[in-house]
């Protein structure tokens, strides 16, 4: 007689796509802004969206960097809140001028849905759902300017084919002041589209229209959706 030993993992339930639309400070092809998605382990996926001090190549090498460094932390296996901390002790400690940088980071449970909104100086994210939008706020200040680093950090249980949409502060400072939440609502739930790519375009789009005018920051809109894997 033959045994053999036979093991059964239970796989991720969702799946992710992501889309991204930006433009940089008047229409510049060089955007402070940088952004990743990567895959963490135990079935976890991070959107990571950064907007550096300023705009043009400076900004962007300082978001960049803050981005790729960010990626190896978590990659290593160092929990979330460590690795942002010892960025911003790096940041702070390891130079004489003050140069910051924003942290949104959405960490997805591809077993559970679930989604750990994490920011530090960042912009509002939205959650767009069947039955309306929810909003995810932030009064964090960004990373490299105290030593002492406070995140914000919301949990969300997403469902299938719920989308968040992630943005940088140019893109909410171009609509007008007191009036930023409601009209970005609104313009999310315009769109008929589900392409997280044709989601982000159209918000960028429509956020040029009421603007009016050359951009005057670095703007880029992330959209990530969630769906559940086909049995």
């Not at 639309?21 to 955007?31: D, Q, Y």
């Not at 960025?87 to 679930?114: C, H, K, P, W």
């Not at 469902?159 to 968040?164: E, L, T």
Request: hydrophobic share 40%; charged share 25%; net charge negative.
């Amino acid at each position: 007689t033959e045994y053999s030993t036979i093991s059964y993992v239970e796989g991720p339930r969702f799946h992710t796509i992501q889309g991204v639309a930006k433009i940089g400070k008047g229409r510049r092809r060089v955007s402070g802004d940088n952004f990743s998605m990567i895959d963490l382990p135990g079935g976890k996926q991070g959107a990571i969206l950064s907007d550096g001090m300023g705009a043009g190549e400076q900004a962007n090498k300082e978001s960049q960097m803050v981005v790729e460094l960010l990626e190896e932390l978590l990659n290593a296996g160092f929990p979330k809140e460590t690795a942002l901390q010892m960025l911003n002790t790096a940041l702070v400690i390891g130079r004489e001028e003050v140069r910051f940088s924003t942290i949104d980071m959405g960490i997805f449970d591809l077993y559970n849905g679930q989604c750990e909104f994490i920011k530090a100086g960042a912009a509002m994210t939205f959650v767009k759902r069947a039955d309306g939008v929810q909003c995810i706020r932030s009064t964090s200040l960004p990373i490299g300017v105290v030593s002492n680093l406070e995140i914000d950090e919301e949990k969300v249980a997403l469902q299938d084919g719920d989308v968040v949409i992630m943005v940088t502060d140019g893109v909410m400072d171009a609509l007008p002041v007191g009036e930023q939440e409601i009209l970005m609502r609104m313009i999310i739930e315009g769109t008929q589209k589900t392409s997280p790519k044709e989601i982000a375009q159209h918000v960028l789009e429509r956020v040029l229209e009421c603007s009016g005018e050359l951009p005057m920051d670095d703007m880029t809109v992330l959209v990530v959706g969630i769906w559940r894997l086909e049995k």
